[in-house]
């Protein structure tokens, strides 16, 4: 189990190899050694972020204050197959960490590539293991998940949640969540066809924050095509960014 767990973390901050001799240690890491350079991901100010969205377009719009909180994400988006003949959006499951201390690197502008390569390519096991591991071993790194549930105006449908009641500072306070509903959305200006879009949600339920953006996205979307009535329901997995304000 901490294998997993350092294998997620140190493919979280990999960018640190460039570091050369200095090395890398996370906060949940064992010790460093002669040389090597110590940081921690988690529980720094970020009161100097500053979200940046493409140029030249009208559907997100960056928020006005510092977030609350950076998470890094991986999980998986799930589909099913539609009449239509063509993946639904059916909810997603992920686990963010905190990388509110490494926000401010050059190389954050990259970390949710390196953390993809690993989830895709080195984890064998499904998000929700990877999860309940994460529980056990209970890192400071862990932030939050987040899921979906019954949409909670509508009465029918999903609705994406953020759920930080479960570990770190938030631990059993009841009302450390968001539900929330779409206010914005932007295709992937990376690859549109292999990365989900980039998001900002507001507030319906919850009082951890008023507004989501979901951003630096990699991966999560399904095939162009599938047949109706034969082709199981599939989950993808993706890496992104999140970014969750008060009064945005």
Same mark, same amino acid.
């Not at 570091?19 to 350079?37: E, M, V």
């Not at 997603?92 to 201390?101: G, I, N, Q, T, Y």
């Given at each position: 189990?901490?294998?997993?767990?350092?294998?997620?973390?140190?493919?979280?901050? +990999?960018?640190?190899?460039?570091?050369?001799?200095?090395?890398?240690?996370?906060?949940?890491?064992?010790?460093?050694?002669?040389?090597?350079?110590?940081?921690?991901?988690?529980?720094? +100010?970020?009161?100097?972020?500053?979200?940046?969205?493409?140029?030249?377009? #009208?559907?997100?719009?960056?928020?006005?204050?510092?977030?609350?909180?950076?998470?890094?994400?991986?999980?998986?988006?799930?589909?099913?197959?539609?009449?239509?003949?063509?993946?639904?959006?059916? %909810?997603?499951?992920?686990?963010?960490?905190?990388? #509110?201390?490494?926000?401010?690197?050059?190389?954050?502008?990259?970390?949710?590539?390196?953390?993809?390569? +690993?989830?895709?390519?080195?984890?064998?096991?499904?998000?929700?293991?990877?999860?309940?591991?994460?529980?056990?071993?209970?890192?400071?790194?862990?932030? +939050?998940?987040?899921?979906?549930?019954?949409?909670?105006?509508?009465?029918?449908?999903?609705?994406?949640?953020?759920?930080?009641?479960?570990?770190?500072?938030?631990? %059993?306070?009841?009302?450390?969540?968001?539900?929330?509903?779409?206010?914005?959305?932007?295709?992937?200006?990376?690859?549109?066809?292999?990365?989900?879009?980039?998001?900002?949600?507001?507030?319906?339920? %919850?009082?951890?924050?008023?507004?989501?953006?979901?951003?630096?996205?990699?991966? %999560?979307?399904?095939?162009? #095509?599938?047949?109706?009535?034969?082709?199981?329901?599939?989950?993808?997995?993706?890496?992104?960014?999140?970014?969750?304000?008060?009064?945005?």
């Amino acid at each position: 189990m901490v294998a997993i767990v350092n294998t997620l973390f140190a493919a979280a901050a +990999a960018q640190l190899a460039s570091y050369g001799s200095q090395g890398y240690s996370g906060s949940s890491g064992s010790g460093t050694h002669a040389g090597q350079r110590t940081f921690q991901l988690a529980g720094c +100010a970020i009161d100097k972020f500053v979200l940046q969205l493409p140029q030249g377009q #009208s559907q997100l719009a960056a928020p006005s204050s510092p977030p609350k909180f950076i998470g890094l994400a991986f999980g998986v988006q799930n589909y099913t197959c539609s009449s239509s003949n063509n993946y639904t959006s059916a %909810g997603a499951v992920a686990e963010l960490v905190d990388v #509110s201390c490494v926000a401010s690197e050059p190389w954050f502008a990259s970390i949710q590539d390196n953390l993809y390569n +690993a989830w895709t390519g080195l984890i064998p096991y499904t998000i929700q293991t990877v999860i309940d591991l994460l529980h056990i071993v209970s890192p400071p790194e862990v932030l +939050a998940q987040h899921y979906f549930v019954p949409n909670p105006t509508a009465g029918q449908g999903l609705s994406p949640k953020w759920d930080f009641t479960s570990s770190g500072a938030f631990a %059993g306070v009841q009302d450390a969540f968001i539900v929330a509903k779409g206010k914005g959305t932007l295709p992937a200006p990376t690859n549109a066809t292999r990365d989900v879009a980039w998001l900002d949600v507001v507030q319906v339920q %919850g009082n951890i924050a008023s507004e989501v953006f979901r951003f630096d996205t990699v991966g %999560g979307q399904p095939p162009s #095509s599938c047949q109706s009535g034969h082709s199981p329901d599939i989950s993808v997995k993706y890496v992104s960014k999140y970014s969750e304000c008060q009064q945005c």
